[in-house]
């Protein structure tokens, strides 16, 4: 049965759906069959690995309010062992459509159940709020990675999010832990930086994911043309770092081993 995997923050431009998209083409390239769910209105997940939104019939939306099976949703993506359920605009009507429905927390984990035995992972890539549809993927989840950007804000609202998660814990989904803060948008020239990284790691100490995310480039340009890192420049800083990620929540769940040198690469170019 696979590992559900929530990337959520409710603060936007932290590089959310940068790692849902680039984390689940790295756990699929390294041979684990994934799958990527879409559950942000933004549609930006499905948008980034290679699917227009506005041709899109048959979303996560359905599988939530209409019973859908979320089989029947599924797509192939360019990248072997990934599929996606894909998001649709629709999608920011359904909070209302489920604020009166019971059990509308778990309306999601309904159907992720369905699927959950064909994928070694799920990756569900949440909206930048606390909203309904984001308690309903904490609740479908078994865990969840806190994407931090290396900035001034570091820290802004990242305890509201730990509180929201507490509640979901506590009240709809006991098994639910936190996979890892992961530490985004590093530049190696800046103090601030490495200072936010220190104030990060001084906080949640081994909370923390060893694996940095640097700034990139060829990170950023990936979703123009509808691809993963992994697919538009493998030998890029960004692929490194994901495929880094990838190995380190494999080996943090016990499903492989990494030598001490794979775990931090020096990269001194953050343009490459």
Known sequence: MGKVISVANQKGGVGKTTTAINLAASLAVLEHKTLLIDADPQANATSGVGFDPKNIKTSIYECIIDDVNPATVLLETQT??????????????????????????RMMKRAVDLIKDQYDFIIIDCSPSLGLITVNALTASDSVIVPVQCEYFALEGLGKLLNTIKIVQTRLNTALDIEGILLTMFDSRLRLSKQVVDEVKAHFQQMVFDTIINRNTRLSEAPSFGESIIMHDATSTGAINYLNLAREILQNNGMTSMVEGEKQIDISDDEQ
């Open 80 to 105: 072997p062992n990934l599929h996606l359920i894909p998001a649709h605009i629709d999608l920011v009507g359904a909070e209302i459509e489920m604020i009166n429905l019971p059990n509308r927390e």
